[in-house]
DNA sequence: GCCAACGTTGGC
DNA sequence: GCCAACGTTGGC
C-alpha cells in the first residue's frame, strides 16, 4: 500500500507555508476535531501534505511530508488528541486557488470542499495529481 | 439520550 | 462584518 495524500490548513497570519521553510519542522499541533485528529492518526512518517493558507490567500501553496507520526498533543491537557510534525518539501510553481478547485468538476468530492471547516481531510490520488498539474509543477 | 443554545471556523 | 456549517455543551 502506498503512501496516503492529505490537506491540512493554516491561517497564514498564525503559521504560513514560509514560517514552515524556515522552521525546517514543526509540531502540527492544537487539533481539536475529532474527524481531523482521526486523520493525524492514519498519517504516516513520508506521507504527502498539502498546506493549503486558510482565511487570507485561500490556496494551496506548497507540498510539506510528515516527518513524524501522531504521537499526543501536549497542548491539550485533557490528553485526547494528537500532533505530527511536519516537514516541507516544496511551494508551488502557482498557488492554486480554493476558486479554481471549487471550479474544477473532478475535485467536487474533496473532502476540503465538502466540509469546510475540517482542518486535515485525506486526498485522493487523483486529486493530488490534478491538484499538482493546476500548480504547474 | 435528545435537542436547543452556543461557540468556532472559514468563506464571502 | 456577516452568515452558514457544524461541533460541543448542558438542561431536561
Redesign the pocket.
Known amino acids: 500500500m502506498g503512501a496516503s495524500r492529505w490537506l491540512v490548513?493554516s491561517?497564514p497570519n498564525t503559521y504560513s507555508y514560509a514560517d514552515l521553510e524556515r522552521d525546517g519542522r514543526t509540531v502540527w499541533d492544537g487539533v481539536r476535531?475529532?474527524?481531523a485528529a482521526l486523520h493525524l492518526k492514519a498519517m504516516q512518517v513520508g506521507d504527502e501534505v498539502l498546506f493549503y493558507h486558510?482565511?487570507e490567500g485561500?490556496a494551496v501553496v506548497g507540498v510539506a511530508r510528515v516527518a513524524r507520526a501522531a504521537f499526543p498533543d501536549a497542548s491539550d491537557p485533557a490528553g485526547r488528541f494528537v500532533a505530527v510534525e511536519l516537514a516541507p518539501v516544496r511551494s508551488l510553481k502557482r498557488a492554486v486557488s480554493?476558486?479554481d478547485m471549487?471550479a474544477t468538476p473532478a475535485l467536487a468530492d474533496m473532502a476540503m470542499l465538502r466540509?469546510?471547516?475540517l482542518?486535515v481531510s485525506p486526498v485522493s490520488g487523483a486529486d493530488w495529481t490534478l491538484i499538482l498539474e493546476m500548480a504547474g509543477s
Do not use: T, V
Open positions: 490548513k491561517e476535531n475529532n474527524a486558510s482565511q485561500l480554493l476558486a471549487k466540509q469546510s471547516r482542518s
